[in-house]
């Protein structure tokens, strides 16, 4: 029996009943949203068209989703202030179990793993680990906007595909523009402690400013930053290659000029932080963007389906097989600089 957590007062907490609802809701709606597509598709035309997939084209697809993960561990390592170093092994583990929490964990949880997974695993610290997960969202989201407008250029995108790009920018431009401001604080110079020896609350956030930009060295090295942004930019376009690899495999020709709209589609609707993994929201994004390139509605879902589970088999896969070959290899947390991998798992409420 779970227990009942309790307030200062000796009463439940309210907030804990309603929290107990909150995953379960999730997949219950990302259920029901899954639900209503294949409704619209047609479950017998969706069987029908999974029927014939040619397997070679499947592995494929399932290839150069993989290759995502050695491409994010690359651009990691970069990303790593110079004083911090983590074998690249080391680092694809990490990566790993970081796409394996994401994709199974709630938004939220899913992203401190990846801070955990840096620091017990790869020996990173404090702001070293907050530097690499900063870099990688401004970086990500300078991908997604090039892929945008790249389909944009191509094609013309559904109004809600417009509206979307058009917040990806501006939210991505902001982010940008904060952290190459706090990456250039105080000329990169951690500030000085004053005269008394005591710090005040304002003294001590001024530190941990100063700190966070000294880490932040990728923003100030052009070089650098051009690789980091080259290989974010390669896994996306992995992707891409991956749902190519699925239109194939269901015999499905499309121009390739729209797979920067598909893979758009996909990257817009699993903003959405509806349920792990971004069930139902994915396969809805790519369902109607392929009815508007003119797909049967049966063969958009299959479509649909057959691409995102090409993409989560790489990424639950490897990190499945990371914690699994890490937890029963004997002594192996007690190699260099490491700690066991942070097993991801959910708090009962």
């Not at 401001?181 to 941990?208: Q, Y």
Request: proline content about 5%; aromatic content about 8%; hydrophobic content about 55%.
């Amino acid at each position: 029996m779970t227990p009942t957590l309790l307030g200062h007062d000796g009463r439940p907490r309210p907030s804990q009943g309603r929290r107990r609802w909150v995953w379960p809701a999730c997949w219950l709606g990302a259920g029901a949203l899954l639900a209503f597509t294949l409704g619209r598709a047609g479950v017998r035309d969706v069987g029908i068209a999974l029927g014939g997939a040619h397997p070679g084209w499947l592995v494929l697809a399932l290839l150069a989703n993989l290759l995502i993960l050695f491409l994010w561990a690359s651009a990691w390592k970069v990303m790593l202030p110079r004083d911090t170093s983590i074998r690249f092994g080391r680092m694809w583990e990490i990566v790993a179990v970081t796409a394996f929490s994401q994709n199974t964990m709630p938004l939220l949880l899913g992203h401190a793993s990846s801070a955990v997974a840096l620091s017990r695993h790869g020996g990173a610290r404090g702001a070293a680990v907050l530097s690499v997960l900063a870099t990688q969202e401004v970086t990500e989201g300078v991908a997604k906007v090039t892929v945008l407008l790249l389909a944009a250029s191509l094609a013309p995108l559904p109004s809600w595909m417009r509206a979307g790009a058009g917040a990806i920018a501006l939210a991505a431009g902001a982010f940008a523009l904060l952290l190459v401001g706090i990456s250039r604080f105080r000329g990169g110079e951690a500030p000085a402690m004053p005269e008394t020896g005591k710090a005040g609350l304002a003294h001590r956030l001024w530190m941990a400013v100063g700190a966070f930009s000294l880490r932040l060295e990728v923003l100030r090295d052009g070089r650098r930053y051009l690789l980091v942004q080259t290989l974010l930019c390669s896994m996306k376009g992995a992707e891409a290659v991956g749902i190519l690899c699925a239109q194939k495999a269901l015999g499905i020709d499309l121009p390739l000029s729209s797979l920067p709209g598909a893979l758009g589609a996909v990257m817009l609707a699993s903003l959405v932080p509806f349920a792990p993994a971004n069930l139902g929201t994915y396969e809805a994004g790519a369902f109607f963007l392929y009815r508007q390139l003119g797909v049967e509605a049966g063969a958009a879902m299959a479509l649909a389906l057959v691409q995102h589970l090409a993409l989560l088999v790489p990424f639950l896969g490897a990190g499945f097989w990371v914690l699994t070959v890490r937890l029963a290899r004997p002594g192996a947390g007690d190699e260099e600089g490491t700690g066991d991998l942070p097993v991801p798992h959910r708090a009962e409420a």
